[in-house]
């Protein structure tokens, strides 16, 4: 059978950790053919003893880019510069979760052509372990490629926050998907590693959350996407923001947590969106979706009250 499978794992200054993850893949147990690409993102060295160490195992190469792009721009060298079927991600201090994570993912997503499918993974910090599923992290996917081709889906080059603009993007165009509700990666959060670039993200970084968003339903937009699709991602994502900052800061001084949600609305949607998408249309629409949504409304009204 043909390499059917590219792994792509961005690489920066993780000689530590990277033995590790390529031990991981070594020991898949499957009948499908795979590869390796290791994107070096200008580390302070090479990788070339690690290719030599598995290159008995499966076929692996590496690319050394020569500037430091970031870990999505170095995903998407790692795209360039492969030709499989399938694609999937994993960073360099991760591992898969079973010798049968490979072999599982590729018989369904073959078999049953899919665009996209969207496994479970185990989240591990601080010695604790949560199995959990999310549509907009890269952790346990594969990727056609000839969807992401059809569409020319790239990764935008931001810092944060990347993974949501491209995953946002792909189901806004509605692939052909599905989820396997087994875990197959294993995501270890560590501050100090847990960075493929110079610049480390910040997870709490709502603004950068934001803007991938809106990326991604311009992308759609100019993809001839129902609008009704935008309406409804738009106005959830706002929903999220009220939610975000209920809940993590200013709780008891409504009045700053408005104007700063306001700040973001008027930067990223409405300066933005506003002239193609009529975002209060959307309300009704999610009305079975979430919660709350009275109070969504009034949250909507008092954000208006406080204009600069």
């Known amino acids: 059978m043909d390499n059917i499978l590219q792994i792509i794992i961005p690489a920066y200054n993780a000689r530590e950790t990277?033995?590790?993850t390529l031990s991981s893949i070594a020991v898949q147990r499957t009948d499908y053919k795979f590869s390796v690409l290791i994107v070096n993102d200008h580390s302070d060295y090479n990788y070339k003893d690690f290719v030599?160490?598995?290159?008995?195992?499966?076929?692996i190469e590496e690319i050394i880019l020569e500037k430091n792009v970031g870990s999505y721009l170095a995903r998407q060298k790692g795209i360039d510069n492969s030709s499989s079927k399938y694609i999937t991600f994993i960073d360099a201090d991760d591992v898969l979760y079973s010798p049968y994570s490979i072999d599982r993912m590729l018989k369904v997503i073959d078999n049953e052509n899919y665009?996209?499918?969207?496994c479970d993974y185990i989240s591990e910090r601080n010695g604790m372990q949560v199995k959990t599923k999310d549509p907009v992290s890269l952790f346990g996917k594969i990727y056609r490629r000839s969807f992401l081709e059809k569409y020319k889906i790239k990764f935008r080059n931001t810092k944060y926050k990347g993974e949501v603009a491209f995953n946002k993007l792909i189901m806004l165009l509605n692939p052909n998907f599905s989820f396997l509700s087994l875990p197959t990666y294993i995501y270890k959060y560590n501050p100090e590693l847990k960075s493929n670039s110079k610049t480390k993200e910040n997870p709490y970084d709502f603004e950068s959350f934001a803007e991938n968003i809106l990326w991604a339903l311009k992308k759609a937009l100019?993809?001839?996407?129902?609008?009704e699709l935008i309406y409804e991602e738009a106005c959830s994502t706002m929903l999220s923001a009220y939610y975000f900052y209920l809940d993590s800061f200013n709780k008891y001084d409504e009045k700053k947590v408005l104007k700063s949600f306001k700040n973001i609305f008027d930067n990223y949607y409405k300066k933005e969106l506003m002239n193609k998408l009529n975002y209060l249309l959307a309300i009704k629409r999610i009305e079975n979706?979430?919660?709350q949504l009275s109070t969504y409304n009034d949250f909507?009204?008092?954000m208006e009250e406080y204009n600069d």
Not at 222 to 227: F, H, R, S
């Open 18 to 20: 990277l033995d590790i």
């Open 52 to 59: 030599k160490k598995y290159s008995k195992y499966f076929k």
């Open 115 to 118: 665009d996209l499918l969207i």
């Open 222 to 227: 100019d993809n001839n996407v129902k609008k």
């Open 289 to 291: 979706s979430f919660g």
């Open 300 to 302: 909507i009204l008092k």
